[in-house]
C-alpha cells in the first residue's frame, strides 16, 4: 500500500463568541497523509542469534531437556526456519503433535478468531467450543462423555482417578477395594506422578520413587500373564498403548487387545487405551483401534487435538461416567474456549476420509521406500509402523544417525532404548517430501560406522 488518507469526522464543540456564555457543536474534517507499508515490506525486530539464544536458556532454563542445537524462530507446512533462515524438513511434529503442519490457514483463522472473542473463563461456567468439541469428539468415537486436560499425562491422570472411582462406585460393600493398574514393557504414559508409575523406563521413576503403588508391568503382547493377573480380581484398570510411540514404535496385535478387552469384561476391569501419540489420524485411522476393532472403557487424548496448543482429554464410556460426580476432578485452564476452538479445527480436517486414506497411502509409500532404500544396510534390524509413525530400529545407538541429518536439515526423533529412529512427520506431508526424506537418511547412515 503507499499513501493512505485516514478522515476523521469529530464533533468539536468550541466557543463560537467570547461574548456569548454558549458553545455551538460543529463538524471537523481532518485530513492525515500516513505511509502505510505492506507487512512483507516491513523489517522484523532483531533477532537474536541461534548461539546467544541457546547460552541464554542454559542460564535461565531448568535443565530438564537434552535439546538438539537447533533453535526455531518459524514454521511452514512441513518445513522450519532458524533465525539464521536456513530451512529444515520436519519429519517431528513437535513429538507428533502438528499434524497439520506449521500455519495451517484454518486452523490460525480458529486460533486469531476465537481470541478476539474469548480466551479463558474456567470451569465454573459453560462455554460454547468446549461443548461443540466434546460434542465431536462423541460423535465420532466409541465414547459417550469427554474429560478435558491440558497434556497427556495430566489425561492419564483423569483416567487412574476415573477407574478407581469406578471401582469404589461399582462395588461400594467390599472390604477390599479394587486399585492396582497394569501396564506393559516399553510403556509410556507420562511425567506426572500417576503416569509416572504407569511409565515402564525404570530411569524416569527411579529419582521420583516412591511413585503410586500397585502397578504390575507385564511383557507388551503377553496374552497368558495378562489374563491371569486380570482374572485375580485385584485390577482396577488395564493401561495399554494400540501403537507405542516412545517405547520404539511396537504395534499390538488383535489377539493381544481382544484377548485384554475379554478378560476385562469377565473380571470388572477397565480397559484404557492409550492414543496420546497414535491417535487421531496418525495410524490412517482416525483412532488406532480401529485397526483392531476393539473399543476400550476410556481413551486418552492429545498432542494432535488442538494442532499445538496444549489440550488432552480423556474419553469415557457412560459406565464409567456415571461413577464420576461434581468435585471429583478438575482443571483450571482445561477445555478453554480458544484451544477447544482450534481443536474443532484440527478434527474437521483430520477426520474426512480423504485426509485418512491419504495418510494411510502416504504411509505405506514411505514404510515401503525406508525398506527398500535401507534395507540392505546392515544397521537396519527392521522398518516398522502404521500409517505416519514410523520406526526405524537399528543394531547401534540412532543418535550419530539423528546429528547427521539435522545436519542435512532433516529433524527426526529417537525411541525405544535410543537404538530407533522415529519418524512422526506432518500428515500433510507430500510424497516428494517424504522421498526427500529417505534419500537424506540413506545418504547419513555412514555416519553409524563412524561412531561405532
Known amino acids: 500500500m503507499g499513501s493512505l488518507q485516514h478522515f476523521l469526522n469529530s464533533p468539536i464543540s468550541v466557543p463560537f463568541s467570547p461574548n456569548l456564555n454558549h458553545r455551538r457543536s460543529f463538524f471537523l474534517r481532518a485530513c492525515l497523509n500516513l505511509d502505510v507499508h505492506s507487512p512483507d515490506s516491513v523489517k522484523p525486530k532483531t533477532l537474536l542469534k541461534s548461539r546467544e539464544v541457546m547460552e541464554m536458556e542454559g542460564k535461565v532454563l531448568v535443565g530438564t531437556y537434552a535439546r538438539n542445537p537447533v533453535v526455531i524462530s518459524s514454521g511452514k507446512g512441513c518445513k522450519l526456519y532458524d533465525p539464521e533462515g536456513r530451512e529444515y524438513l520436519d519429519c517431528t511434529s513437535g513429538i507428533a503433535v502438528n499434524a497439520l503442519g506449521h500455519g495451517d490457514p484454518d486452523w490460525v483463522k480458529a486460533v486469531v478468531e476465537q481470541a478476539n472473542l474469548l480466551t479463558h473463563v474456567s470451569n465454573v461456567f459453560y462455554s460454547v467450543p468446549q461443548v461443540e468439541l466434546a460434542r465431536r469428539l462423541v460423535a465420532c468415537s466409541f465414547a459417550d462423555r469427554v474429560f478435558f486436560t491440558n497434556s ?25 477395594q479394587v486399585t492396582e493398574f497394569i ?11 500417576g503416569a509416572l508409575a504407569l511409565t515402564s523406563k525404570e530411569q524416569y521413576r527411579f529419582p521420583f520413587e516412591p511413585v503410586m503403588p500397585g502397578v504390575n508391568f507385564l511383557e507388551y503382547g503377553d496374552v497368558q500373564a495378562a489374563t491371569e493377573l486380570i482374572k485375580s480380581g485385584r485390577i482396577a484398570a488395564v493401561f495399554v498403548e494400540p501403537i507405542q510411540g ?22 470388572g476391569s477397565l480397559l484404557v487405551f492409550d492414543e496420546v501419540q497414535c491417535g487421531l489420524g496418525r ?14 472403557d476410556i481413551m486418552t487424548l492429545a498432542k494432535p487435538l488442538a494442532g499445538g496448543l496444549p489440550i488432552g482429554a480423556a474419553l469415557v464410556s457412560e459406565k464409567v461416567a456415571a461413577a464420576i460426580k461434581y468435585g471429583d476432578h478438575g482443571s483450571t485452564f482445561a477445555g478453554g474456549p480458544l484451544v477447544c476452538n482450534a481443536a474443532i479445527a484440527v478434527l474437521d480436517k483430520i477426520s474426512k476420509p480423504g485426509f485418512l486414506a491419504s495418510v494411510s497411502e502416504k504411509g505405506q509409500y514411505f514404510k515401503e521406500l525406508l525398506i527398500h532404500k535401507l534395507g540392505g544396510n546392515s544397521h537396519v534390524r527392521e522398518v516398522r509402523g502404521l500409517g505416519l509413525i514410523i520406526g526405524i530400529e537399528l543394531d547401534v545407538p540412532a543418535s550419530p544417525l539423528v546429528d547427521a541429518c539435522r545436519d542435512s536439515s532433516l529433524l527426526i526423533l529417537t525411541a525405544g532404548k535410543g537404538n530407533v529412529v522415529r519418524l512422526v512427520p506432518p500428515l500433510i506431508i507430500s510424497e516428494q517430501e517424504l522421498e526427500r526424506a529417505a534419500e537424506i537418511i540413506l545418504e547419513c547412515l555412514p555416519a553409524l560406522d563412524k561412531t561405532n
Open 152 to 176: 497427556g499425562t495430566e489425561a492419564n491422570e483423569a483416567a487412574i482417578k476415573f477407574a478407581r472411582k469406578y471401582q469404589r462406585f461399582t462395588n461400594p460393600n467390599e472390604k477390599q
Open 283 to 296: 495410524t490412517g485411522y482416525l483412532w488406532a483401534h480401529e485397526v483392531y476393532r476393539v473399543v476400550p
Open 183 to 193: 501396564s506393559f514393557s516399553n510403556s509410556f504414559h507420562g511425567r506426572t506422578m
Open 246 to 267: 516412545e517405547g520404539g514404535i511396537y504395534s499390538a496385535t488383535k489377539e493381544f487387545l481382544q484377548s485384554l478387552r475379554s478378560a476385562c469384561d469377565d473380571a
